[in-house]
């Protein structure tokens, strides 16, 4: 709850800065409910409008796998199958969803901005503008990067593993079904649209003074190993893919950590000395 709301549960007026009536916990409930019948109206519509398309979306999400059967030298032409009389429909249908959230990006943020805005500062709300276009941009970008360089990495990676086994004689050959080949893009491309927002998320604690630079430096090490846990839970159960998420999101950590020096709030005397006793204490024992 925020602090307007504690304060009026004090029965006090809220706090200077906020203009926003108090909310109980079950307006916060039922302003979720909307924010979210929101963004699923916007992704549906958007998706529907896709739907049109599937075939150039498809194509562009299977150029990275059909391109690595070739550079794996695979016999026959690059496919994709189906087992199910419904399955093309099913995956098409994933693949104009996937489109409509990226294209409705926009406004699914503007909603969570608006569900978040009740428990801002008049001042803060001004960065509406910016928190929707840099996390649209954030997440359309994680995707791309996903697109560009993901899947070439982790086709090349699976597909090399075909090929034949001549101590008896036998052929390792992939037969891609294409609802698994779907969903497994989709995993990826909505994995990594979420990891890119990380710098977004440190820039706006850094201004809230929630945290500093000097906080995300000493605690590196531990994201480090938390950023390679994320990737395991937001990719397919392999290490390539896991390594290929779990990299960016280190160098996107650094990154943040340069956003937090140069617009974040500067850390206190307090804080400084905290981190210098910290990186002795490091010394000391290490």
């Known amino acids: 709850m925020s602090e307007a709301g504690a304060d009026a549960t004090h029965g006090k007026e809220p706090a200077a800065g906020y203009d926003d009536p108090a909310m109980t916990i079950w307006d916060h409930l039922a302003e979720l409910r909307k924010r979210l019948f929101y963004s699923a109206v916007a992704v549906t519509v ?96 994680g995707a791309y990067f996903c697109l560009r360089a993901a899947f070439p990495i982790t086709f090349d990676y699976f597909l090399g593993l075909s090929g034949s086994i001549q101590s ?32 977004l998320l440190i820039f706006f604690l850094s201004l809230a003074g929630i945290v500093n630079y000097l906080h995300l430096i000493h605690y590196g090490r531990y994201f480090i190993v938390g950023a390679f846990i994320i990737a395991a839970i937001l990719t397919p159960p392999d290490v390539t893919s896991q390594l290929v998420m779990g990299i960016p999101l280190v160098i996107l950590y650094g990154g943040s950590i340069g956003l937090a020096f140069l617009f974040g709030k500067p850390p ?15 010394k000391t024992t290490g």
Request: charged letters at 15%; glycine letters at 6%; proline letters at 6%.
């Open 268 to 282: 206190t005397e307090a804080q400084r000395k905290w981190f210098h006793d910290q990186r002795k204490s490091r």
């Open 168 to 199: 008896i004689e036998m052929n390792v050959v992939p037969t891609v079904m294409m609802d698994d080949y779907i969903g497994f893009v989709t995993q990826m491309l909505v994995g990594f649209g979420l990891v890119f927002e990380l710098p």
């Open 46 to 141: 958007t998706a529907s409008a896709t739907w049109g398309y599937r075939e150039k979306i498809l194509a562009v999400l299977a150029r990275p796998f059909c391109d690595s059967w070739r550079t794996s030298k695979l016999p026959g032409t690059c496919a994709l199958n189906f087992s199910s009389p419904a399955g093309a429909f099913s995956s098409y249908f994933q693949v104009s969803m996937v489109a409509g959230l990226l294209i409705a990006a926009p406004f699914v943020f503007y909603q969570l901005w608006a569900f978040v805005a009740p428990g801002l500062y008049a001042r803060e709300k001004r960065f509406v503008i910016p928190f929707v276009l840099s996390s649209t941009l954030l997440f359309v970008g």
